[in-house]
């Protein structure tokens, strides 16, 4: 099992930038793709990004490419998400997840563990 707790949200204007990360517990974090995905109020949660367990690969939302890149530490137990650029549409809340799949899991019934969430908003 996996614990999750993502911190790094809070406050930005237009333009700015943030950094998500996420802590994960247990000592098989490197054997599960991690994902971040978002929701907004009266939506559905999103996918925004993924990295495959050794790092070695990413894939992104069409909305944040270009502007997102995730990252992972497997010895820290750590993934982050270093976000450019940032519009009021990316307003939301953030929540780290984990995998076990190695097909490209896009969608959150492809997650088995997820974070608390961690607040985000841009201001325009």
């Known amino acids: 099992q996996v614990q999750l707790v993502e911190s790094g949200g809070g406050l930005v204007q237009a333009g700015g930038s943030l950094r998500l990360s996420c802590a994960a517990s247990?000592?098989?974090?490197?054997?599960?793709?991690m994902g971040w995905f978002r929701q907004a109020p009266g939506k559905e949660r999103d996918f925004v990004a993924l990295?495959?367990?050794?790092?070695?690969?990413?894939y992104y939302a069409d909305s944040v490419k270009g502007r997102f890149t995730i990252s992972r530490d497997n010895a820290k137990n750590t993934v982050n998400l270093q976000m450019n650029s940032l519009k009021p549409e990316d307003t939301a809340v953030y929540f780290c997840?984990?995998?076990?799949?190695?097909?490209?899991?896009?969608?959150?019934?492809?997650?088995?563990?997820w974070g608390q969430g961690t607040q985000v908003t841009v201001s325009s």
């Open positions: 997840a984990a995998s076990r799949s190695i097909v490209v899991p896009t969608t959150r019934s492809e997650y088995a563990y």
């Open positions: 247990g000592r098989t974090f490197s054997s599960y793709t």
């Open positions: 990295i495959s367990r050794s790092g070695g690969s990413t």
